[in-house]
């Protein structure tokens, strides 16, 4: 299964690649470029075409110069920090190896947007880093001049990486996501427009600024220039984090972890554990945002081979799910544990086993009618476990002597 | 500016700013909700209203979406009917239904909509474990019955700016309760949450059995009613009774039927403020205005009758629940909704209390001597709901507001429309 995400126990929790944005250097120049440059920065941040590392991909210069534009007394920057999907450690890496860019890119940001305050909002696991920011924040206090930064601790569990729901948590309520619109570049924590971005966004920042449009997008797609801190999981040689251009497919990406440490590969989980499953034969496709037969999401690969089970994996997944739902919604609540006790059905030799068809459409029902992205997502993942290895299923029940 | 839709093929202009569901209610078109609560509860938590907008890959909740000009809306198709379907499933996976034995049996919400979406029977086994928490006697919340629809948890915040009722823990274990039992919540016994719950999840604690014990056992004692004229008036509903004089009237004869030996009117007084809703907020939140709010006339209206009648086994009938947490008001309290359910229980073996409702006479109350009744005057200014009343105490404390001028009532529409009085 995933590991538990804790902090440097998981074996994926290491770094093994450094790239240009975690070996980035000088990066406190490039506030004071970003200041001088003011509107400008912006637009060179929207020519960057630098999309958003947190999973939706929406671009960053178009959110920033959203938030520029509205008319408010108080803005608020966040950093989203709230790692909390198993097989995912970029984040944490970035805090160990470059905090320093992380900071600078929150301080350009609360310039170019004019905002007075940052949240740095971290999950409970990555509290050993809030020393060493706030030590960072001390020395480095003249870039963050008239900014309040304070360093978060996140009271709940995943969901409060939706970035509703991270804003209600700041504001002392539950972790449950709001219902959009408006949304937070208009109306977000406190009811100030609102910058919310991931760790990786943010580090990315200082590096354009500081290198240019023209270098930063010499590597990457189209779709997505630049960089991304991978982490790759599962029986591979190498597991870690790897910050590698965006566009190697697949294969290029299991061949820079070393290969596989037994088995044979059966398949892949792609973009975190609320991700989409693919067969073997897709190790040719290009993983990158937007690109064909693939989901990007964070940027995390699973390696499956043929000693792990399927439905299994999907058991777990969902047993994960249906304890981080935020509990508002009935399909998510009580969905999510109902298609968990089917697949116990499946994997308990002792129960009556449920029909291949009836989990299908559960997750179908979920997915149609949940009322945030985590929802449709944890759906979405078993929907294509389920559709992606179906004979994996089906085998389960058909082994069986029913009664 | 209005805009232009179309829902289900229909041409429909709404307001800019309307819900999908209020679009579509103005041209007849139902959408059954749940959690929805007009002003008041608007988390899109039950995903019962969800409909297909076109263009959108999933569906939205109708009591949420705004309308937008072009949108094409879909509210009925089988394909959403079994979306709904499933979520009414899983609702009742993880409800208790020993609906036989429960208080909202007649009127439960959750019935509603179980019988508009066609469903038969639900394909799971039951068995949840929860005691309801009974420590006020006066409100019982049984978590076997929630439905987590907030819709009380949007009441006790929103309207009557409480928030004693929250929501605790996350997943599937999530549950609405109190810090602590209800009684030790800080609850003003206001009992909004109550007529807020679509099903028996919130209900009032029941003293019917035990009067209606007490009338078949009297042990040579007399028994006699106390009947608040709110609760007289509106109890004739539950009996099909709409005009509130004949209701005042029929409820007199049907109490004496039963085996009341006498039936009074409850006195009010001009002096004192009385709603114990409101005493137990005010002790909470301005405990130096509790003395001058409350003064010891504040019980009178039971005094008097208890007195004449100290033998006897006293029943208040009252449209209040708070009461029903006093100490010292009567022996045993009933509701508007409580009388209602002993004529039931004490009818039963005779004739339905429908029939019995419709062909009785009127009757009229007894008297005690020296006692004045209706002593109110109406000329000062009522203030309704607990966080209107807050607000209003809070220019008291400042010294903007006279307290003789107002008249204070923790229910949202007063006791007409109190929390023990009929739903609907």
Known sequence: ??????????????????????????????????????????????????????????????????????????????????????????????????????LAGIAICCHLVRANKAYIYLRKKYMVFAEKLRKILLEKKEYFDGIEVVVFEEPGGYVCGEETALLETLEGSRGEPRLKPPYPTVSGAFGKPTVINNVESFANVPFIINNGVDEFKSIGTENAPGTKLYTISGPVVNPGVYELEIGLTLGELLKKAGGLKTGTLKGMQLGGASGIFVKEDSLDKIFAPKAEGVNFGVGDIRFITDQESIPQIAYELVGFFADESCGVCIPCKYGLLDVKDKLESLIDKDKQPEEYSSILNSCKYINQSARCAMGQAASGCLTSALSVFPDEFKNLIEGRNLF | MSVNLKINGIDVVAEEGATVLEAAKSVGIKIPTLCFMENCNKVAACRMCVVEVKGMKNYMPSCVTKVREGMEVITESEDLLETRRRNMDLIFKHHNTKCEYCSRYADCELHEVLRYLGMSEHPYEKGIKAEPDISTKAIVRDNTKCITCRRCVSTCSKIQGMNVLKAFNSAGKTYIGTEGSMLESGCTLCGACLMACPTGALSEFTTSPDVSFILRNKKGKRVVAVVAEEAAKRVGELFYEKDPAASEKKLITALKLIGFDAVYKKETYSKAHYCPSVRNMAKQKFPELVDKLFDQETMRPYEAIRRAEENSYVVAITPCIAEKGEENIADYILTTRGVAALFRHQCVSRFTANELWKDMEPGSYDCLENIAINLKENNRNSVYGLKNVEQALNEVREGLLDLDSIELYACPKGCMYGSGQPRR
């Not at chain 1, 770094?15 to 070996?23: A, H, T």
């Not at chain 1, 941040?45 to 509205?70: D, M, T, Y």
């Not at chain 1, 803005?75 to 860019?101: R, Y």
């Open chain 1, 1 to 102: 299964m995933w590991p538990n995400n804790t902090y440097n126990e998981n074996e994926y929790c290491k770094l093994q690649l450094k790239g240009r944005i975690l070996s980035q250097k000088n990066v406190w120049d490039a506030v004071k470029k970003a200041i001088e440059g003011n509107e400008e920065s912006i637009a060179l941040l929207k020519e960057s075409g630098l999309i958003g590392r947190g999973g939706a991909g929406f671009p960053l210069g178009l959110k920033w110069e959203s938030v520029r534009n509205e008319d408010s007394d108080e803005k608020i920057v966040v950093c989203n920090a709230s790692e909390g999907e198993p097989g995912t450690a970029a984040n944490a890496i970035l805090f160990q190896e470059n905090p320093e860019a992380v």
